[in-house]
């Protein structure tokens, strides 16, 4: 058996306020008598340093709503609502929960507990109309995180033989495709934005820790992440490939980004890589109309690793369609399954990769692995506004922040997302991720109940108006 692999943790605060869920305003009646101070044991309320006197602004992003203040408060000074820039942040997909959820779990690295229990969506649009299949968590000994049992994770990627041949000596005669394994089916694709020298080291730097890889552009590799080449996956066009020997030749995985032309000429571009590297190669395919040929089509000609890259929440590219990523990858797993080759070729899917829970709801869809992206970002203070028109704010200061500090934040929050999968796969019965893929009787989606439950209702209420 493999050695468990587990990610190390490490409280990591960054001493700077985030969003708050809440807001607590002090009322001009309050005496200063400290008795807040006394009862929160979350240090939300102390005395000022400058007058100890006078009892200092709450510090918000400590509070766990306890109501604790509100209660005890002898003058009914304090007085608690919703923070209207809470409100305010994501948008249709990225729900300002999200972004404490992600930053809380960057801090301490822990799998988030709730006493009062689920109060989220129990239905809505993408991965939220998966209900994943949790009828093993009442045996004891599906205890995930706890190591009483060996829960494996990892996956490979690359080619895989639809079947194996032998000579008449019974010695193999089939010739095997180069693989790389990680230990967590995730990647980091690097967000396409300006980022600070610190941030993109750290980047790489984490995905080297976690044991995973991290995507970047070839042209933004540069020497000061260039000693970990081993962990990154450069990202070129067909056509700069030979621009990139230098790139290429110390990498285990590359990335090319897809233009119709590989339908044509993949195994050309296939051979000038092999020239350079014995890398196995990615081919970034935007999320769109038709996907399920184009992967098909590249399978075919020898394609070894897919990556499905869906926009920022999750949607296929504008103007090619309103199917969610977890529609996009099911079909195109669907469609590989029926042309018999599912086997020989690895999918990876990315966009609106927004929390611990979808990446096992993304593998049941079909994928092998996810690429998580903005997480890393919110991780370090990041916000997002999706509307008027997308906008991601990175944090005042950024580029000033310890690279040690950044890399240990994006591992912690890879350490509780692991930690979550292997809940997950505990609660399921599933010792091993891979078995996971496809496995789409393991979750409940809402679409087929609805259609099952009223879709002949409406029908026949349709037809009889017509």
Request: aromatic residues 6%.
């Amino acid at each position: 058996m493999p050695k468990k692999y587990h990610i190390a943790v490490q409280t990591t605060p960054l001493n700077r306020d985030f969003v708050s869920k809440f807001k607590i305003v002090r009322g001009e009646n309050c005496i200063n008598c400290g008795k807040c101070t006394k009862v929160c044991i979350y240090e939300v309320h102390k005395r000022g340093a400058q007058d100890p006197r006078k009892i200092a602004e709450p510090r918000m992003a400590l509070c766990k709503n306890c109501f604790r203040c509100i209660q005890e408060c002898p003058r009914g000074a304090l007085v608690k609502s919703l923070d209207p820039d809470f409100l305010a942040l994501g948008g249709s997909y990225w729900k300002p929960d999200m972004f404490l959820a992600i930053y809380t779990q960057a801090e301490d690295g822990k799998v988030p507990v709730s006493g009062a229990g689920y109060r989220g969506p129990f239905t809505g649009p993408g991965f939220d109309g998966m209900w994943t299949d949790m009828s093993e968590i009442v045996r004891p000994t599906r205890d995930g995180i706890h190591g009483r049992e060996y829960i494996s994770t990892a996956v490979d990627l690359g080619r895989k033989l639809n079947h194996l041949n032998f000579d008449d000596a019974g010695n193999l005669a089939s010739t095997l495709h180069p693989t790389v394994d990680l230990p967590i089916p995730i990647v980091f694709d690097i967000p396409v934005c300006i980022l600070s020298p610190n941030v993109k080291v750290a980047c790489v730097m984490a995905a080297q820790t976690a044991g995973t890889f991290a995507m970047l552009p070839a042209a933004d590799i540069t020497e000061d992440v260039q000693q970990y080449a081993h962990s990154i996956i450069p990202l070129v066009s067909h056509e700069k490939i030979t621009a990139y020997q230098s790139v290429i030749s110390g990498a285990r995985l590359v990335a090319i980004e897809y233009a119709s032309a590989l339908l044509k000429d993949f195994g050309l571009v296939k051979e000038s890589i092999k020239k350079i590297s014995e890398a196995v190669t990615i081919v970034r395919v935007p999320a769109m109309t038709g996907i399920e040929d184009i992967v098909t089509k590249l399978a075919l000609s020898g394609a070894e690793v897919i990556h499905i890259v869906a926009d920022y929440c999750g949607r296929e590219a504008p103007g090619q369609g309103q199917r969610f990523v977890k529609e996009v990858v099911l079909a195109v797993h669907l469609r590989l399954i029926e042309e018999r080759i599912r086997d020989e070729v690895t999918i990876i899917v990315s966009g609106g990769i927004a929390m611990a829970e979808h990446v096992p709801k993304a593998i049941i869809c079909g994928a092998d692995l996810t690429a998580v992206d903005i997480p890393l970002l919110i991780a370090l203070g990041a916000l997002l506004y999706e509307t008027p028109e997308m906008k991601l704010i990175l944090p005042d200061g950024i580029e000033k922040m310890p690279t040690a500090i950044v890399a240990r934040r994006i591992v912690n929050l890879m350490g509780a997302w692991h930690s979550q999968l292997l809940e997950v796969l505990g609660a399921m019965g599933i010792r091993e991720v891979r078995r996971l893929r496809g496995e789409t009787g393991r979750a409940i989606f809402f679409d087929e109940i609805d259609k099952d439950t009223f879709g002949k209702l409406f029908h026949q209420r349709e037809t009889a108006s017509i």
